[in-house]
């Protein structure tokens, strides 16, 4: 059992890293509108305060890890940046949201078993749009020289 937007977040690690060529102030830039933007939703919507504490504190940490990684390895193929990047960066955000939002709601063993099954959803998502982005691009027709 995982949140609809488990689906969300696994791809929006790795359509993020698209925007890296951009620069890391592009990419922070990114982050910090998807935070304010992710409080203002959940405020309007009255999403409990434990929640909007644990996604901010998710999405920020999370993110920012995955940026680090991925701009170090920048000599490297797109798939490792992207496969090295969301190795840290997915389980380390299902574990602070979970563990935020749900410490002392769910035992431990809900809490591991939500966990566990983000990480496994939100890594399949990233890769499936990392192999869609990475197709897309390999078949785009080569302009032809004047």
């Known amino acids: ?22 620069g890391k102030r592009w990419v922070y830039a990114m982050i910090a509108v998807a935070a304010v933007g992710m409080v203002l939703q ?20 999370s993110e920012t890890a995955d940026t680090e990684i991925y701009h170090r390895l920048l000599h490297r193929s797109w798939w ?15 574990l602070i949201f979970n563990a935020i939002a749900f410490a002392g709601v769910f035992s431990w063993k809900v809490l591991f078993s939500l966990v566990v099954g983000e990480i496994l959803v939100k890594a399949i998502a990233s890769a499936a749009v990392a192999w869609r982005l990475d197709r897309n691009q390999t078949q785009r027709p080569i302009a032809a020289s004047s």
Do not use: Y
């Not at 689906?7 to 690690?13: D, K, N, Y």
């Not at 959940?42 to 409990?48: A, C, E, I, K, S």
């Not at 496969?83 to 380390?92: E, K």
């Open 1 to 22: 059992m995982v949140a609809a937007g488990t689906l969300v977040f696994g791809a929006t690690f790795t359509l993020r890293d698209r925007v890296h060529h951009q």
């Open 42 to 61: 959940n405020l309007f919507l009255q999403v409990p305060m434990r929640i909007v504490l644990a996604s901010l504190v998710a999405i920020v940490l």
């Open 80 to 94: 490792m940046r992207v496969a090295s990047s969301n190795a840290l960066s997915i389980p380390l955000d299902s």
